[in-house]
């Protein structure tokens, strides 16, 4: 029975995050319920690279499952785009080995934020972009941000309802901001990010842009091992998974 790897793009802000849960609807609920269309009723379970929260969007989650269809991988693509709604999206569609798998083969991800920074809104970022009205300092948030980088553990921005058991040592890659007009894109390259860890790292970089910490702050923050000891958590509007690596 082949198996499938599929890269999805959704926008998430009418589904209750990625995962199926019983107070909303969820982007592997459609999915799902799409797949099990082709199969002619029968359930079809996909497993993706990681869940996203409520109101977070994606343009590179990826996803496999196992199909008994003999459908040509470009024809796949078509066949499950044109069953879903315009906010979800199937960029591509690829055969993959039996034994792949989304989560545990990903080697890395990258995530990025968008900050609308302007005393005016732009209505049509509202659902994409988080709204900063108050002028930021962007030198001190890029400290801030080459503080994170490197191997760290990362309980101070991680939420205190992550499932979680072992360590929560991560590595930063990368973590740099970049400035075009009034946006400003904060992106975050590791090798795994704990629950809400990127919305907690962007709201205390934001507090460090609004005058209220030091970028040297990070460092206590880290050292201090206690989510309180971090900043706000930024809203879920602003965040993209963007890649998966394997």
Same mark, same amino acid.
């Given at each position: 029975?082949? /198996?499938?790897? $599929? *890269?999805?793009?959704?926008?998430?802000?009418?589904?209750?995050?990625?995962?199926?849960?019983?107070?909303?609807?969820?982007?592997?609920?459609?999915? #799902?319920?799409?797949?099990? +269309?082709?199969?002619?009723?029968?359930? !079809?379970?996909? @497993?993706?690279?990681?869940?996203?929260?409520?109101? !977070?969007?994606?343009?590179?989650?990826?996803?496999?499952?196992?199909?008994?269809?003999?459908?040509?991988?470009?024809?796949?693509?078509?066949?499950?785009?044109?069953?879903?709604?315009?906010?979800?999206?199937?960029?591509?569609?690829?055969?993959?080995?039996?034994?792949?798998? @989304?989560?545990?083969?990903?080697?890395?991800?990258?995530? /990025?934020?968008?900050?609308?920074?302007? /005393?005016?809104?732009?209505?049509?970022?509202?659902?994409?972009?988080?709204?900063? +009205? *108050?002028?930021?300092?962007? #030198?001190?948030?890029?400290?801030? $941000? /080459?503080? *994170?980088?490197?191997?760290?553990?990362? =309980?101070?921005? $991680?939420?205190?309802?992550?499932?979680? +058991?072992?360590?929560?040592?991560? @590595?930063?890659?990368?973590?740099?901001?970049?400035?075009? %007009?009034?946006?400003? =894109?904060?992106?975050?390259?590791?090798?795994?990010?704990?629950?809400?860890?990127?919305?907690?790292?962007?709201?205390?970089?934001?507090?460090?842009?609004?005058? #209220?910490?030091?970028?040297?702050?990070?460092?206590?923050? *880290?050292?201090?091992?206690?989510? #309180?000891?971090?900043?706000? =958590?930024?809203?879920?509007? %602003?965040?993209?998974?963007?890649?998966?690596?394997?």
């Amino acid at each position: 029975m082949p /198996r499938l790897k $599929c *890269i999805v793009a959704y926008d998430g802000t009418r589904y209750a995050g990625y995962q199926v849960q019983p107070n909303g609807i969820t982007v592997q609920e459609v999915l #799902e319920k799409a797949l099990a +269309k082709m199969h002619k009723g029968e359930k !079809v379970k996909i @497993t993706a690279s990681g869940r996203t929260d409520s109101g !977070v969007h994606a343009k590179g989650q990826v996803i496999h499952f196992d199909t008994n269809l003999s459908i040509p991988p470009s024809n796949w693509k078509r066949a499950l785009d044109s069953m879903l709604p315009h906010d979800i999206h199937v960029a591509d569609v690829e055969e993959a080995p039996d034994d792949f798998h @989304t989560r545990y083969d990903a080697t890395g991800k990258e995530y /990025r934020y968008f900050v609308w920074n302007s /005393r005016e809104p732009d209505i049509f970022r509202r659902h994409f972009s988080y709204h900063v +009205k *108050i002028p930021l300092n962007l #030198e001190a948030m890029k400290k801030a $941000c /080459r503080i *994170i980088e490197g191997e760290h553990d990362f =309980t101070s921005f $991680c939420s205190s309802r992550t499932d979680v +058991k072992g360590s929560k040592v991560r @590595t930063i890659h990368q973590a740099y901001i970049e400035k075009e %007009g009034a946006e400003l =894109t904060f992106i975050f390259k590791g090798n795994g990010f704990l629950y809400n860890m990127v919305r907690i790292l962007v709201g205390t970089i934001l507090e460090v842009g609004k005058g #209220e910490r030091e970028p040297e702050d990070l460092k206590s923050m *880290i050292e201090a091992l206690d989510r #309180e000891a971090a900043g706000k =958590t930024a809203p879920p509007h %602003g965040l993209f998974l963007w890649k998966v690596d394997y």
